[in-house]
C-alpha cells in the first residue's frame, strides 16, 4: 500500500525560508512523477511543481525563481525549497505522485500548512 508523508509546514514571515519534504513508500517509483500542490481558503488546489525520476521539472510561474523542488530517487523523497516567501503562499501543500502511464496510480499525502504572516 503506497503511503505518502509530508513535512516541513509551518509560520514563518514574508521573506523568510522554509523547505518542504515528502516520502512515498510502499512501492517503486520509477514512473512516477512527484509534486506539490497548495490549496488557499475559498481557492482550487493547483500545482506548484512537480519533477520526474530523471530529474525534469516543472514549476509554476508564481513559483519561478523563488521555489526549488529536487528529488532522492533513493529515498523516494521529494523536496520544495521555498524562499522569498509571499503572504499569497499561504496554503496547505500536498505531495503528489502519480504514475507517468497510469492516471488511476495517483496518491496524495495529508497536507502541511504553510503560513507566512508578519
Known amino acids: 500500500q503506497v503511503q505518502v508523508v509530508e513535512s516541513g509546514g509551518g509560520l514563518v514571515q514574508p521573506g523568510g525560508s522554509l523547505n518542504l519534504s515528502c516520502t512515498a513508500s510502499?512501492?517503486?517509483?520509477?514512473?512516477?512523477?512527484m509534486g506539490w500542490y497548495r490549496q488557499a481558503p475559498g481557492r482550487q488546489r493547483e500545482l506548484v511543481a512537480s519533477?520526474?525520476?530523471?530529474?525534469?521539472?516543472n514549476l509554476a510561474d508564481s513559483a519561478i525563481g523563488r521555489f526549488t523542488i529536487s528529488r532522492d530517487n533513493a529515498e523516494n523523497t521529494v523536496y520544495l525549497q521555498m524562499n522569498s516567501l509571499k503572504p499569497e503562499d499561504t496554503a496547505v501543500y500536498y505531495c503528489?505522485?502519480?504514475?507517468?502511464?497510469?492516471?488511476?496510480?495517483?496518491?496524495w499525502g495529508q497536507g502541511t500548512q504553510v503560513t507566512v504572516s508578519s
Open positions: 510502499g512501492g517503486i517509483f520509477t514512473l512516477y512523477l
Open positions: 519533477i520526474t525520476n530523471g530529474g525534469r521539472a
Open positions: 503528489n505522485v502519480h504514475h507517468l502511464r497510469y492516471d488511476n496510480l495517483d496518491y
